[in-house]
C-alpha cells in the first residue's frame, strides 16, 4: 500500500474523515510539509477541510522566522489551503510558560505551541489538530522516557490522539516522508538548530541514537515491539484501574474508599494518584514529570492510614475514605529572633525566587529547602520579633538543622516542627536547613 492511501486509512482509523475540519501544525519542515501534502493530495477521498497553522514560539531570529513562514504562506497558497501564522499575543510565551512551571525550554515551547494551536482550532472551529509526529519522534521519545525512568504509562509512546490531538503519522519513518516531498519536487526548511546539541532531544537523535545503532543494529524494531508492548500492559492496568479502584470527587478533592484501597495492588494505587493528580491540575502528565518519589510517598502514607502534606498535595484518611487535594492551608507562628538589633534587611531565598522585604531591620538570609515547590512568604515587623505568616503547597519541610549563627523553629498547624535557618548574608554560601 503507497502511502497516501495508508495515509487515508489512519485518517479514518483517528476518527478525522468524512468531511472533518482540520487544523494542520505546519512548521516548515519536511515531516509538517508531508503531512500538508498528504493533506491536500487526499482531500477528495477523505471530504475534508483543512486550515494550516505555523506557531512563532520567538525563540530564533526574526530573519529566520519571517522566511520560513513565507515559505509556509506560499506552499499553502499554491495547495489553496487557508493559511495563519501566530505567536505570543495572546497567550504566554514560551518564556513565561518555563518561569511558571520551572520547565525546560523544549517543554516549555511545546506547551505553547499547544496553547496557540487550541486557540486557533477554537476561533476557526476546526474539529481536529494535526500532528506531524513521526515513528523517529516516538523512538526518541521512548530512549528519553527509559532514561528518565518512565514506566508502562510513558514507555508506550506518543500518544496517537489525545482530545482534539491527532497524529496520523506516528507509524511513519521520516525518510520515507522525505522520499515523498523529493518524488513530487516539494521542498521543504531545514531547521539548522536541529544539527545542534543543545537541546536533550537532539543530543539523543546526533549522539546516542548513532552510538545505539552501532551497537544494537534493528534496536529500531526493538523500540517498535517495546512500544507495542507497553501499550497493551498500560491498557491492562488502566481497566483495572477502572475496575477496582475508581476515584470519586469532592470539591476539588479527590477521594478512594478505604475498602477499594486495600484490595488494590500497590502499583494500581500508585497509577490511581497518578491520575487523581491529573485531574486535580486539569492536565495530562505522566511520572516523569510527576516525581515517582512523590507518588511514591503518599501512596505509602494512604497505605499506613497516616496524613502526609508534601509536594503540594496533601493525602489523609477520614472514617472509611482516603482523601487527596491541594496542600493549601495557612497558619501563622511568631518567629522571636535573638540580637534584633543587628537586623538591616530581610531577604530569603525559595526554590527558584529571589524576593527581598522591605524590613527595616535585617542584613541577613534565609534560605529555606523545599524539594518540591516554592514557598510564599508574608510578614510585619514588630518590635520583640516577627509575625512569619506561611501560605504554602509544600509542608515537606527537612527536620535536618547544620551549624549556623541563628535557628529558629515554629509550630505548624499540625504541631510539627518548622525549623528555618537564619545566617549572615556576607556569607556565598551556607548550608540548608
Not at 177 to 203: F, H, I, M, P, V
Amino acid at each position: 500500500m503507497d502511502l497516501e492511501s495508508r495515509f487515508i486509512s489512519e485518517m479514518v482509523r483517528l476518527g478525522c474523515s468524512d468531511g472533518k475540519l482540520c487544523l494542520i501544525a505546519l512548521s516548515g519542515g519536511s515531516d509538517s510539509v508531508a503531512l500538508l501534502q498528504l493533506c491536500a493530495r487526499t482531500r477528495e477521498q477523505t471530504g475534508n477541510s483543512y486550515i494550516a497553522v505555523r506557531v512563532r514560539h520567538g525563540i530564533r531570529s526574526d530573519g529566520i522566522e519571517d522566511k520560513e513562514t513565507a515559505f509556509c504562506t506560499s506552499l499553502c497558497r499554491s495547495l489553496e489551503i487557508p493559511f495563519f501564522a501566530s505567536g505570543a499575543d495572546e497567550v504566554e510565551g514560551p518564556d513565561d510558560i518555563a518561569r511558571q512551571n520551572g520547565c525546560g525550554p523544549e517543554q516549555a515551547a511545546r506547551e505553547f505551541r499547544y496553547q496557540v494551536l487550541e486557540k486557533i482550532k477554537t476561533v476557526e472551529q476546526q474539529e481536529f489538530i494535526l500532528l506531524a509526529h513521526t515513528l523517529d519522534d516516538n523512538r526518541e521519545t521512548l530512549i528519553m522516557r527509559v532514561f528518565s525512568g518512565s514506566g508502562p504509562e510513558g514507555l508506550k509512546g506518543i500518544p496517537e490522539k489525545r482530545r482534539a490531538l491527532r497524529r496520523p503519522l506516528l507509524l511513519t519513518d521520516g525518510y520515507e516522508l522525505k522520499n515523498y516531498l523529493e518524488q513530487l519536487n516539494t521542498q521543504w526548511c531545514e531547521d539548522a538548530s536541529n544539527s545542534g546539541n543543545r537541546y536533550l532531544r537532539n543530543k539523543v537523535r546526533n549522539r546516542l541514537i548513532p552510538l545505539i545503532t552501532e551497537i544494537f543494529p534493528g534496536w529500531q524494531n526493538a523500540a517498535d515491539t517495546l512500544i507495542g508492548r507497553s501499550k497493551q500492559v498500560n491498557e491492562s492496568l488502566e481497566k483495572e484501574l477502572e475496575r477496582s479502584l475508581t476515584h470519586g470527587v469532592a470539591g476539588e478533592n479527590v477521594y478512594w474508599l478505604q475498602v477499594n484501597w486495600n484490595s488494590a495492588s500497590s502499583y494500581i494505587r500508585s497509577m490511581a494518584i497518578l491520575q487523581a493528580i491529573n485531574r486535580i491540575e486539569g492536565k495530562a502528565s505522566d511520572s516523569r514529570r510527576i516525581s515517582w518519589k512523590l507518588i511514591t510517598e503518599l501512596r505509602r502514607a494512604a497505605d499506613r492510614s497516616e496524613t502526609l502534606t508534601t509536594g503540594g498535595y496533601r493525602i489523609a484518611g477520614s472514617g472509611d475514605k482516603i482523601h487527596l487535594g491541594r496542600a493549601t492551608k495557612e497558619w501563622e507562628g511568631r518567629i522571636i529572633i535573638q540580637n534584633m538589633h543587628q537586623l538591616n534587611n530581610l531577604a530569603f531565598t525559595t526554590g527558584q525566587y529571589n524576593v527581598v522585604a522591605g524590613i527595616d531591620t535585617a542584613g541577613v538570609q534565609i534560605i529555606v529547602n523545599t524539594e518540591y515547590f516554592p514557598i510564599e512568604f508574608s510578614w510585619k515587623e514588630e518590635t520583640k520579633g516577627l509575625n512569619l505568616t506561611l501560605s504554602s503547597l509544600n509542608f515537606g519541610w527537612k527536620e535536618n538543622i547544620y551549624d549556623s549563627e541563628m535557628v529558629v523553629e515554629m509550630p505548624d498547624a499540625d504541631s510539627d516542627i518548622v525549623y528555618i535557618q537564619i545566617m549572615n548574608s556576607k556569607k556565598s554560601e551556607g548550608p540548608h536547613a
